[in-house]
């Protein structure tokens, strides 16, 4: 069940791609509560304002010929809404996705001089739909703003916490990422679970991602291969640990 | 025990004196080797063939050196270098010495312990602060220089050599008395000073003969950039005018109501017209939203690299960029390790993807580099690690030094991550900024 906002100044694709979502819904067995189309970002704020909606979908020109573009107007709805899904509609030059997703999340995209407009809204709500039915899974997860958005990374998919000296910077790496933050190991302690120990001065391990202790060398070796250091204070309180968590 | 004693101090001195300046120090097992080599020549060969030991060392010198391949040219000019200095070390104290009456000395010969501490302290110091001031690790520029230069730097360092050693050999066969060994000491330290300014001198001009030419590939690419604009204008312009065409040939069809004809015409020209327009010359019109040039001429010519690739590729700029508060060479030379291994990896790849991104924030310059890429078999934070690549046979420094730069740096963030695309992300944060809790679950 979505609550579908479009947004383009010309009325002929407003109509165009209601017809085509409410086609495409049909055919994926979505059921869509409310189909609202503005011509003017301005109403679909005001709009906004008054119903407060969680939960839906919006398909915004990126070029509205007015005082707010799309992206101004997604990034708006995106501060009020943090959980919605936002599509952008949009020509092929104009298509930016990459800035589109980095800034506002944006989720998906149509290109209005594509021959296949049909297939791409079809695309769309699939993945909106998948993503809903996916979101009751929803595992812990570490959420760190990183030079004007967020990256996600999945509690049990850190492996660990390194800090960087010279710069007072911490990388953290997990599975699929190495990612530099600007944090540092006391703030991320207190949003870690038990599962995470400081093993070092500048290291926090997940203790449930070592494979092998390293007695002589003081190292923990991770799953995937991964060296984590341990300092000599603390090599026999991580050992304790590891081996608890082992039961 | 002196015998032992001396030839170790002996072999300490010649190991600093030749090792003192070299950009790389030798590690673990070369160091070793080195040093007992030293010590074996240092503890037999003095007595035997006396001062003839001086070339001899030399010579294990640049044998050791040819050994280790690397940067074969940089280490023989630096570390005979640091020979000659340490010769001028030596007449320098040798002549307050001799007033005091100590007997000569050669560089091999029985050294009163004091005396080899001393020159051994000295000699230390005097590298220790030279590599301050001259940065060891520039001399690497001897070899981006040309060839003519190269041989002229070295056929110096060689006469200079050869003339103190023979100078030595000789002094000492005539038993060093005290006029030869004052006049010598300043003679020769004289020398060998100007010989080092010489050098500086010529650093200096070698780098600035170095950023002339990083100067002129950064004009010539932004050159290439400009007659490519002009060319996309022409074809705008021609393309305006079949556009005008096309339009007053539609108006006739629609008054004269000729609805099959209309068909016909947009079905065979219109169709056509649009292939015209797409292609990845329009990519490049959008550097002009870039405005630092050198970034604009760097990320020029990537994308023509790309493009020779046979690369799908797609950039994005939206906003203009003006300002980075960041270095710009050292942000060019980031830029362009992380452009050329993902052009690389895209190439070996079916799908050849590319995509590049700058994206301006309010706290931040962001640049996205996703390419399409095969399977990578090590974790993704070795990728940093000296040595280590997806290549074979391969260096794998690119992302080593990307990490040295960067460590520096506290408002730049490199982030790498995978999937169905590699992504490389580097973050330039606007310096004024200050951060709200950035943690949250």
């Known amino acids: 069940m979505i609550s579908l906002f479009l947004c383009d100044d010309e009325p002929v694709w407003l109509d ?121 899974a929803a595992s812990n997860a570490l959420r760190i703003r990183s030079g004007g958005s967020y990256i996600l990374i999945p509690l049990e998919e850190l492996l660990f916490l390194e800090t960087i000296k010279a710069s007072h910077k911490l990388l953290i790496h997990s599975s699929r990422e190495c990612a530099e933050v600007s944090a ?23 203790l449930k991602r070592i494979k092998e202790i390293r007695r002589t060398e003081k190292l923990l070796v991770m799953d995937n291969g991964e060296l984590c250091p341990c300092s000599f204070r603390l090599f026999a309180e991580t050992c304790r640990r590891f081996l608890a968590l082992q039961k | 025990m002196t015998s032992i004693l001396l030839p170790v101090l002996t072999s300490a001195l010649l190991y600093i004196s030749f090792t003192g300046l070299l950009p790389e120090s030798p590690k673990g097992r070369n160091r070793l080797l080195m040093c007992l080599g030293f010590f074996l020549i240092s503890r037999l060969l003095p007595e035997r063939i006396g001062y003839l030991s001086i070339p001899v060392n030399i010579a294990f010198n640049v044998i050791c050196l040819l050994a280790q391949k690397k ?56 590298f220790c602060i030279l590599r301050r001031l001259v940065r060891v690790s520039r001399s690497a520029l001897i070899i981006k220089s040309p060839r003519s230069i190269q041989l002229l730097v070295l056929a110096e360092i060689l006469i200079s050599v050869i003339v103190i050693t023979v100078n030595i050999i000789y002094s000492e066969k005539a038993g060093y008395p005290m006029e030869i060994l004052t006049y010598n000491g ?94 990845n010359d329009f990519l490049i019109g959008r550097l002009g939203n870039m405005k630092i040039t050198e970034i ?72 996205l580099i996703e390419n399409s890429c095969n399977e990578i078999p090590i974790p993704l934070s070795l990728l940093m690690e000296k040595g280590k690549s997806t290549k074979l046979c391969h260096e794998g420094l690119g992302l080593y030094n990307v990490k040295q730069i960067t460590d520096h740096l506290p408002n730049v963030f490199f982030s790498m991550s995978s999937g169905s695309l590699f992504r490389q992300t580097l973050e330039i944060r606007k310096e004024n900024h200050s951060y709200d809790f950035p943690v949250s679950m």
């Open chain 1, 16 to 136: 165009r791609l209601s017809a085509l979502a409410e086609e495409a819904a049909f055919g994926l067995a979505l059921e869509i509560t409310q189909l609202k189309t503005y011509t003017r970002p301005q109403q679909l704020l005001d709009h906004l304002r008054e119903h407060p909606c969680s939960c839906c979908v919006y398909l915004l020109d990126v070029d509205l010929k007015s005082q707010i573009s799309g992206l101004e107007l997604a990034s708006q709805i995106r501060f009020a809404n943090p959980r919605c899904f936002i599509l952008f509609v949009t020509t092929h030059e104009e298509m930016a996705f990459k800035t589109f997703e980095y800034k506002v999340e944006a989720l998906d995209y149509i290109i209005k001089d594509s021959g296949s407009l049909k297939e791409q809204i079809y695309r769309c709500l699939k993945h909106i739909q998948d993503l809903m039915l996916s979101t009751g």
């Open chain 1, 184 to 206: 540092s190991l006391m703030e991320m302690q207190e949003k870690l679970n038990d599962s995470f120990f400081q093993c070092h001065k500048a290291y926090i391990v997940n």
């Open chain 2, 71 to 126: 940067n074969f040219l940089t280490n023989v000019v630096m570390s005979l270098s640091g020979f000659l200095l340490t010769v001028m070390i030596n007449y320098i104290f040798t002549i307050p010495m001799k007033y005091l009456g100590y007997s000569a000395f050669t560089l091999h010969g029985k050294y009163p312990l004091p005396f080899l501490l001393v020159q051994i302290a000295a000699t230390f110091l005097l």
């Open chain 2, 186 to 279: 300043i003679l020769i330290s004289f020398f060998v000073l100007s010989t080092v300014i010489l050098f500086y001198c010529l650093y200096r001009i070698l780098r600035k003969d170095y950023d002339l030419v990083l100067k002129q590939q950064e004009q010539d690419a932004l050159n290439d950039y400009l007659l490519r604009m002009e060319s996309l204008y022409e074809d705008m312009r021609l393309f305006r005018h079949d556009y005008m065409n096309i339009l007053s040939t539609l108006r006739y069809y629609i008054e004269n109501n000729d609805m099959p004809a209309l068909k016909n015409y947009y079905d065979t020209k219109i169709t056509d017209t649009g292939k015209q327009l797409s292609g």
């Open chain 2, 296 to 367: 604009k001429g760097l990320l020029f010519t990537k994308l023509i690299a790309a493009q020779n690739q046979s690369l799908q590729i797609s950039l994005e700029i939206r906003e203009p960029v003006c300002e980075i508060c960041m270095d710009i060479v050292k942000l060019s030379r980031i830029l362009g390790i992380l452009l050329d291994n993902a052009i690389e990896a895209s190439s070996s790849t079916l799908d050849k993807q590319l995509c590049i991104a700058v994206i301006t924030g309010e706290e931040a310059v962001v640049f």
